[in-house]
């Protein structure tokens, strides 16, 4: 059981970050379901429709779903699957790459010009230190 500060703490952290992570998520410009997908290629390589649907804890058809709008827009390639002839893979196009790499900047861009116009230099040295933190945690 934890600590009643722990508690506190753990409380305080889940809101503030969930309040971070929506002001951030207003910077994107492509949907936030198709940009986890194209982030889960970018990070996993090629993958069938059902890995990705497994991957983001979706159902199949909500998958096949969004492959298709991102094939429209260009952002994803399919391929066949190289030992099994009834699957295919999808991949991130050269678009897709590069829309995702635009969305991260954007996202990375607005939170970079708070950091300097909201805190200190030493407020800055705190939140360095503090994401390392954050990735320990995240990671247990």
Do not use: C, F, Y
């Amino acid at each position: 059981m934890p600590t009643p500060e722990a508690a506190a703490i753990a409380a305080e952290l889940r809101t503030a970050m969930g309040k971070l992570t929506r002001r951030v998520k207003h910077e994107d410009s492509i949907p936030l379901g198709q940009a986890a997908v194209l982030g889960a290629l970018d990070r996993n390589g090629a993958m069938t429709t059902s890995d990705l649907a497994a991957d983001q804890r979706v159902r199949p058809q909500s998958m096949a779903r969004a492959v298709g709008l991102l094939m429209e827009q260009s952002l994803i390639t399919r391929r066949a699957h190289p030992t099994d002839g009834r699957k295919s893979l999808v991949e991130l196009s050269d678009a897709g790459r590069a829309a995702l790499e635009a969305e991260r900047g954007r996202r990375a861009g607005w939170l970079a010009q708070a950091i300097e116009a909201e805190l200190t230099d030493e407020e800055r040295a705190l939140l360095a230190r503090s994401a390392a933190l954050l990735e320990r945690l995240a990671t247990r």
